[in-house]
């Protein structure tokens, strides 16, 4: 049974910087993605970062527009953990973060971790 367990959400200033952490469990393949989705309020779900493991793409990144060049996702394989660093955070940054991994044809989802931009 694969799980996923994040951390590292929290309340923050705009222009100020986070860092959230995905440790996934279980039967893991070498060759996976891992990444971030957020959830604004009243809104689908949506991309924000990937990372794939493993095969001629490791280390291979996508990131939605909306973050390139604030955001930095990064993976530690051996422990299976994935991070997001969140740098210049707005007040659109504010959502609901899930950590997603793409193993084995199968999709799994973390419980999800609030990050809240404010002043």
């Known amino acids: 049974q694969v799980q996923l367990v994040e951390s590292g959400g929290g309340l923050v200033q705009p222009g100020g910087s986070l860092k959230l952490s995905c440790t996934a469990s279980?039967?893991?393949?070498?060759?996976?993605?891992m990444g971030w989705y957020l959830q604004a309020p009243g809104k689908q779900r949506e991309l924000v970062a990937t990372?794939?493991?493993?095969?001629?793409?490791?280390?291979?990144?996508n990131y939605a527009d909306s973050v390139k060049g604030r955001f930095t996702v990064a993976r530690e394989n051996a422990k299976n953990t994935v991070y997001l660093q969140m740098n210049s955070l707005k007040f659109e940054d504010t959502a609901v973060y899930y950590c997603?991994?793409?193993?084995?044809?199968?999709?799994?989802w973390g419980q999800g971790t609030q990050v809240t931009v404010s002043s």
């Open positions: 990372v794939t493991s493993g095969g001629p793409s490791s280390g291979s990144t």
């Open positions: 279980g039967s893991i393949f070498a060759l996976n993605i």
């Open positions: 997603k991994l793409w193993n084995l044809g199968r999709e799994y």
